[in-house]
């Protein structure tokens, strides 16, 4: 369900939890791992018997939540009162599960930690270890308002320690980079006329007819032929915190001011690479900020 090439996705599912941001950035930061990082995070890494309590936590609380697919299939064979009321919870519902996005931690943003033998992908020690202390700092922030504060701790404490008294590398934004940061520092600090003013370029966008979806995909298809698949997941989950920084709602972010942003920074990505009617399409909503 999730991939790197599909980080827009992710990071509309994100942008709509209360632990999204967190979870971003814990993203973007191991989006930016390299093999020198791995010793450090398997040193962290606590006892299965330490972790095996929040995890049926984690487990038990996640499992509860809607998903878009559920609600779908349930208001096909709903009142039409009945089915409204299924609608309006689309806008918090996700996409995907945890499963998916620790399944794309694992093999997409550590894909560079597994080798081939004998035809089959395996990971070393440290590299397990290490992959278990991101994970669980995944699911602690994914799943953080939904966790008592020990279970949060254990989950998460290893990976802050870590980073409390290091730096955290960055991903290579690209050619890109200024542009994508002064936009995100834009919308990071919105007040309440700027908040106004991309919610109605996001209402102008869902009545136009502007061919968004298509512009999305082929900025995803030129960041992956350029090699800027990591590049473009990390500004994505860079324009989460920001969009939530400024203070949309999860309803806000699903009315179109999640697309908005997140398009534009796909945009910004691969500006010298992508045709002028898909930038614009992409970037022109956010002209709205300017000023």
Same mark, same amino acid.
């Given at each position: 369900?999730?991939?790197?090439?599909?980080?827009?996705?992710?990071?509309?599912?994100?942008?709509?939890?209360?632990?999204?941001?967190?979870?971003?950035?814990?993203?973007?930061?191991?989006?930016?791992?390299?093999?020198?990082?791995?010793?450090?995070?398997?040193?962290?890494?606590?006892?299965?018997?330490?972790?095996?309590?929040?995890?049926?936590?984690?487990?038990?609380?996640? @499992?509860?939540?809607?998903?878009?697919?559920?609600?779908?299939?349930?208001?096909?064979?709903?009142?039409?009162?009945?089915?409204?009321?299924?609608?309006?919870?689309?806008?918090?519902?996700?996409?995907?599960?945890?499963?998916?996005?620790?399944?794309?931690?694992?093999?997409?943003?550590?894909?560079?930690?597994?080798?081939?033998?004998?035809?089959?992908?395996?990971?070393?020690?440290?590299?397990?270890?290490?992959?278990?202390?991101?994970?669980?700092?995944?699911?602690?922030?994914?799943?953080?308002?939904?966790?008592?504060?020990?279970? @949060?701790?254990?989950?998460?404490?290893?990976? @802050?320690?870590?980073?409390?008294?290091?730096?955290?590398?960055?991903?290579?934004?690209?050619?890109?980079?200024?542009?994508?940061?002064?936009?995100?520092?834009?919308?990071?600090?919105?007040?309440?006329?700027?908040?106004?003013?991309?919610?109605?370029?996001?209402?102008?966008?869902?009545?136009?007819?502007?061919?968004?979806?298509?512009?999305?995909?082929?900025?995803?298809?030129?960041?992956?032929?350029?090699?800027?698949?990591?590049?473009?997941?990390?500004?994505?989950?860079?324009?989460?915190?920001?969009?939530?920084?400024?203070?949309?709602?999860?309803?806000?972010?699903?009315?179109?001011?999640?697309?908005?942003?997140?398009?534009?920074?796909?945009?910004?990505?691969?500006?010298?690479?992508?045709?002028?009617?898909?930038?614009?399409?992409?970037?022109?909503?956010?002209?709205?900020?300017?000023?």
């Amino acid at each position: 369900m999730y991939s790197l090439v599909s980080a827009p996705i992710l990071g509309f599912d994100l942008v709509r939890r209360a632990g999204g941001a967190e979870t971003a950035t814990i993203l973007g930061t191991a989006l930016a791992l390299g093999p020198a990082d791995l010793p450090v995070l398997a040193a962290s890494v606590r006892s299965d018997a330490d972790r095996l309590a929040a995890w049926a936590r984690v487990g038990a609380a996640t @499992r509860a939540e809607e998903r878009v697919s559920d609600i779908a299939d349930s208001t096909s064979r709903q009142s039409p009162a009945a089915a409204v009321a299924g609608l309006r919870r689309l806008t918090t519902a996700g996409i995907g599960t945890l499963d998916d996005l620790l399944r794309c931690v694992r093999h997409d943003v550590l894909d560079w930690s597994w080798s081939a033998g004998s035809g089959v992908a395996v990971q070393s020690e440290v590299a397990t270890a290490a992959s278990t202390v991101i994970c669980d700092a995944v699911a602690g922030a994914y799943a953080g308002p939904l966790l008592g504060t020990a279970e @949060r701790t254990v989950l998460c404490e290893p990976w @802050r320690r870590i980073w409390g008294t290091r730096t955290p590398p960055l991903v290579d934004l690209g050619p890109g980079a200024p542009e994508v940061r002064a936009l995100l520092q834009t919308v990071s600090g919105l007040d309440g006329t700027g908040r106004r003013a991309l919610l109605g370029a996001a209402d102008a966008y869902r009545a136009g007819t502007r061919p968004w979806a298509l512009a999305v995909h082929n900025a995803s298809w030129a960041a992956h032929l350029s090699g800027r698949t990591r590049s473009a997941a990390a500004a994505q989950m860079l324009a989460v915190g920001a969009v939530q920084r400024a203070g949309f709602s999860a309803h806000e972010c699903a009315a179109g001011v999640w697309n908005l942003v997140s398009g534009a920074v796909h945009a910004m990505i691969v500006s010298d690479l992508l045709g002028d009617v898909d930038h614009l399409a992409l970037t022109e909503p956010l002209d709205a900020l300017k000023g």
